[in-house]
């Protein structure tokens, strides 16, 4: 039986029962039945890449829909906070405590009108769960390649009601043992548990058949007042027009009710989603209780190999974003920035951001450990992403830090650059970007099948004295990084005219922050040619972890044999 574990990262469950306002302060506990499909389904499309819904989701959402599941539920109180929303307008105030006037329109200020900003309370209400696990069992059961994608999508869910409400969530097998926690179940006519239970309304979907014989009647039903002409006379275009017109707010089956959003249902006059019922559940009355709010311990995050964050400005100018000339410097500051936070006042210990081990030594595992790449993803020339990865792992402590680093700046920019997180898993996780992102992310990654040729996003510097041949020259040089890092040496290195690179020429190459200067002040634009396919991201030489060196795949032009036959 499909059965899923949920776990709230941040301790807290957000959502509104149907029919009742965000401001009332009601809590759905336990979700809904229809708000868990909908979750599903909205996580194949963010996380699966879906352009529809295969036939095995189909399958998977089809049989769920008709069951309604079973939880158990850990212990929860309700909790709130008030927030005063501002709605953009001023309003007029008689108070002048602590307030600004300003002039109405003439030449002085009206010193009797004083204005502060207009606003309105907004109650923000949840179920305070601190470390406890939900259990959510359908007594049902899926075929093989149903349950995979049910995995699948349990492994990708990452919250459920509001967007706040983070979860963790894994599929479990039928023999695995359940919390002890209290329980919650669908009403069946003739049961009562007695006291100390209590009922609850959530909303469920109808069964698929029934929805689907529902359907068929209700269309009937609007298409009689538009019957088709008889014989073979044609139906007019606005027989056509209103029949359509009639038929569409019935959905064509309950998955495609179940993607419908709420101004859709509105526009046609439902007063809740077409293929949705009201479902009565029984729940512990203390599965809400009063009491003191459970603080959640921060979960163990798993290790993945990226991170991607987004930089944006305070004022949402992209102009004021830093250019990618300053690559080596901004990958520095959030280096540092990112350090400070990982050693919280006292010692780091954290190897994948440091590169060096406990006892300070440099880690000898062929750099493996982060880098920093800042990166224009939307082909602007300035920088507006940064992409962390390690093929070591970011352990926990690692993406604690970065996720709380908020903030960086630049030099002779105005204010504070803001970051935010936008994704961490591995690097192939990263091909799902759409487009204009995803284009630049697969230059920088390459096929999957790998390439053979790169060519220079930022300047290569060499990492030590150049000399004329020998290992210590620029081809010598360039397949020693290669093979520190594991990769094939090079059949050809071409060394591009400055002319079609111009913009690499004015990159900052030495670092100011630490470590040592390069040891010569002197870039090149390369492109690599190997002798087969390899996969990016591909960064070599100096400062090679602060985003230079960094190379981008090249398409290869298929081979057309011009050989004539010798006959």
Wanted: glycine share 8%.
């Amino acid at each position: 039986m499909p059965t899923l574990l949920l776990r709230f990262p941040g301790g807290r469950y957000h959502a509104t029962p149907w029919g009742y306002h965000v401001n009332e302060g009601q809590i759905e506990w336990p979700p809904s039945p229809w708000r868990l499909l909908r979750a599903l389904i909205a996580c194949g499309y963010a996380a699966l890449g879906w352009q529809t819904v295969p036939p095995v989701g189909r399958r998977l959402i089809e049989v769920l829909a008709g069951t309604l599941p079973t939880f158990h539920l850990p212990p929860a109180s309700p909790a709130h906070s008030r927030h005063y929303m501002p709605l953009g307008k001023f309003k007029k105030s008689s108070d002048r405590t602590g307030l600004t006037f300003a002039a109405t329109g003439n030449q002085r200020a009206d010193v009797d009108n004083y204005y502060v900003e207009d606003t309105t309370l907004v109650f923000d209400t949840w179920a305070n769960v601190g470390n406890g696990a939900m259990v959510i069992k359908w007594d049902c059961m899926l075929d093989d390649e149903a349950m995979d994608l049910f995995s699948t999508l349990a492994d990708n869910l990452g919250y459920l009601g509001r967007s706040e409400s983070w979860v963790e969530a894994q599929a479990i097998g039928d023999d695995s043992s359940l919390p002890p926690d209290n329980d919650a179940y669908a009403h069946v006519e003739g049961h009562n548990p007695g006291p100390g239970w209590e009922q609850v309304s959530l909303m469920a979907a109808e069964e698929p058949g029934r929805y689907s014989t529902w359907r068929h009647q209700a269309v009937e039903t609007a298409l009689a007042d538009y019957p088709l002409p008889e014989g073979k006379r044609k139906p007019t275009q606005k027989c056509l027009n209103d029949r359509n017109k009639a038929v569409a707010p019935y959905p064509e089956d309950l998955l495609d009710c179940l993607q419908r959003d709420t101004a859709w249902w509105k526009q046609h006059r439902w007063s809740q989603p077409p293929g949705s019922r009201k479902v009565l559940y029984w729940r512990r009355a203390d599965a809400l209780v009063v009491g003191v709010p459970q603080q959640a311990a921060r979960p163990h995050a798993k290790p993945v190999t990226a991170m991607l964050l987004a930089l944006t400005t305070t004022s949402g100018n992209r102009s004021a974003l830093p250019p990618c000339a300053r690559t080596l410097p901004q990958a520095e500051l959030f280096h540092d920035a990112v350090i400070r936070l990982a050693a919280n006042g006292g010692r780091v210990h954290c190897p994948e951001l440091t590169g060096k081990d406990d006892a300070g030594n440099r880690l000898k595992e062929g750099h493996r450990h982060a880098h920093i790449l800042p990166v224009d993803l939307d082909g602007d020339g300035r920088i507006d992403h940064f992409i962390v990865y390690a093929l070591m792992g970011l352990s926990d402590v690692a993406q604690n830090a970065i996720r709380r680093l908020k903030r960086t700046w630049t030099k002779g920019g105005v204010g504070d650059l803001q970051l935010a997180l936008a994704g961490a898993g591995d690097l192939a996780a990263l091909r799902q970007l759409p487009d204009p992102l995803g284009t630049q992310i697969k230059s920088l990654l390459g096929p999957p099948e790998g390439s053979r040729v790169w060519s220079s996003m930022t300047p290569f510097i060499p990492p030590r004295h150049l000399k004329s041949r020998g290992a210590n020259s620029l081809v010598g040089q360039i397949n020693a990084e290669l093979a520190s890092r594991g990769r094939p040496s090079a059949d050809r290195v071409e060394v591009l005219p400055w002319g079609s690179t111009l913009a690499l020429r004015h990159y900052v190459r030495r670092r100011r922050r630490g470590g040592s200067p390069s040891p010569v002040d002197i870039g090149y634009a390369l492109q690599l040619h190997f002798p087969e396919p390899i996969i990016g991201p591909l960064a070599l030489g100096y400062a090679s972890h602060f985003g230079l060196g960094l190379f981008a795949a090249i398409p290869e032009e298929p081979c057309v044999d011009l050989r004539l036959d010798a006959r």
